[in-house]
T-cell receptor
């Protein structure tokens, strides 16, 4: 079955620093979505990327979809304590019908 | 427009009992997906339903688990004869379009604890 791998599993970040989380698939993806889940909460949609090489920004968050549509990244600049949570990428395989989630990157911010 | 509603939020069951988890999708959404999340892990797909139809149940365990989405009323995920390993958070998501090619809206989840 389709595998969506996310690294790193854990990210300890000093407040104010930048970090990146990566998402990789063994198969070509139709699209990729990113979600954030706060501790004890539920996944909340952040963004969807559809086009090869697409880059989207949301304030301090930059999302990128690889040229081959097999990988994606989320880069956060100037990390804040509000960024704490788990960031999941979720992908739909080409001609697929459901989201397959990566294992998530758990972000802890040190003040 | 209320979001995806799941109930109960927390459910405690003894081993061998039945657990029934309910999900009411957002208004106008006819596509429902159930996911299971173990602590410190990602979300594992279980089943995709449309009204009165199971579209994809490739993630459902073959025994003890069943799901339905009747014409009227919420979607139900049913776990019979629960075991400790069933303890997890179960999330329901709904979408207005098939194939989740658009934003999926998740409910707050039901946290099942089997004692």
């Amino acid at each position: 079955g389709q595998q969506v791998m996310q690294i790193p599993q854990y990210q300890h970040v000093q407040e104010g620093e930048d970090f990146t989380t990566y998402c990789n698939s063994s198969t070509t993806l139709s699209n990729i979505q990113w979600y954030k889940q706060r501790p004890g909460g539920h996944p909340v949609f952040l963004i969807q990327l559809v086009k090869s090489g697409e880059v989207k920004k949301q304030k301090r968050l930059t999302f990128q979809f690889g040229e081959a549509k097999k990988n994606s990244s989320l880069h956060i600049t100037a990390t804040q304590t509000t960024d704490v949570g788990t960031y999941f990428c979720a992908a739909i395989k080409a001609a697929g019908n459901k989201l397959t989630f990566g294992g998530g990157t758990r972000v802890l911010v040190k003040p | 427009n209320a979001g995806v509603m799941q109930n109960p939020r927390h459910l405690v069951r003894r081993r061998g009992q039945e657990a029934r988890l309910r999900c009411s999708p957002m208004k106008g959404h006819s596509h429902v997906y159930w996911y299971r999340q173990l602590p410190e892990e990602g979300l594992k797909f279980m089943v995709y339903l449309q009204k009165e139809n199971i579209i994809d149940e490739s993630g459902m365990p073959k025994e003890r688990f069943s799901a339905e989405f009747p014409k009227e009323g919420p979607s139900i995920l049913r776990i019979q004869q629960v075991v400790r390993g069933d303890s997890a958070a179960y999330f329901c998501a709904s979408s207005p379009h098939p194939d989740m090619n658009t934003e999926a809206f998740f409910g707050q989840g039901t946290r099942l604890t089997v004692v």
